[in-house]
């Protein structure tokens, strides 16, 4: 990308902004990833593919980074597609990690660049302590590895994960998880992250809104994830991602019934989706495969006026 492209994406993402009622013509994904973390499309790939699933508008939320916006924004002008600079922050609420996307976010925000360097210096912690407990495990190589897979993008334990199948040490990266770096395995490092609190307010300080992503996937009781929930609205949060990748009704409406308890008990969130795509061939997390349920008011309003409800 030559660097009067990159100038004008950067200055397009430094600033959250409203958007025309042409974005919400298509298919609408809040919630992707691209090599910039843990992604194996670039991000200019991953724009074209959504523009080919018919995405209207779009969200590039990587993983504790917003390096690969400005190529997603310039390849977003050229193909029609809007899209909304984002990132999926690794928070902590007590213990329990959660992920906290930020939508419509200034990129060039200094609460937001302070909070990806913390998590940088974390990440970058946590996999040379995954590398020397696998290479102490017989593993030789790891680090640089996974090093080389995340290339210039946010390191994590898919890379690893990736690295254990290119090697031949299993089959595919479900197994990599399930032997070594799933819960309570070798690869399992607890990281200090920073807390929800201090996660939405960096959000939003960057202009953004929050969103508390898949809640469904944190493998909580009903009583405690309404307890998450409540927690992240108390602390700011704008809005629960009632859709996440495929998605059965039955789940669909757990949701909705944790989003109407939350509304008996003072202000609700608004209603966000996302595939939570990371690679073509994983068809449960199609780009521009989710839909917002009747009924509910969509986080996009807070940026395109006179949207209404979702049909």
Known sequence: MNSEILSTSLSLTARSQPFSAEALSGQ????????????ILSPAALVSRAKSAGVTLLALTDHDTVAGIAEAQAEAHSQGVTLLPGI?????????????VGLNIDCEATALREAISTRD???????HQIAERLEKRGFAGAWVGARTLAGD????????????????????????????LGAGKIGDVTVSWPDLRATVASIREAGG???????????LTRTR??????????????ALEVVCGQQNPVQTREVLALLARLGDSGASLLAS???????????????????????????????????G???
């Not at 809104?209 to 493998?219: D, I, R, T």
Request: with cysteine; net charge positive; hydrophobic share 45%.
């Open 28 to 39: 609408v994904d809040l919630h992707c990833h691209s090599t910039a973390s843990d992604g």
């Open 88 to 100: 999926e922050f690794t928070a902590l609420w007590g213990r329990r990690v959660v992920h906290i």
């Open 121 to 127: 210096r974390l990440r970058v912690e946590r996999a």
């Open 153 to 180: 993008g946010v390191i994590g334990r898919p890379h690893f994960a990736r690295w254990l199948v290119d090697a031949g040490y299993v089959a595919d990266t479900g197994k990599a998880f399930k032997r070594y």
């Open 209 to 219: 809104a929050a969103v508390l992503a898949h809640p469904l996937k944190y493998g």
């Open 225 to 238: 994830l309404q307890a998450l929930i409540a927690d992240f609205r108390d602390a700011g949060g704008d």
């Open 273 to 307: 989706l996302g595939s939570d795509f990371h690679q073509p061939d994983q068809p449960w997390r199609k780009l521009g495969g989710v839909h917002l349920p009747a009924g509910v008011e969509p986080v996009w309003n807070l940026w395109q006026t006179g949207a």
């Open 309 to 311: 409800l979702a049909p």
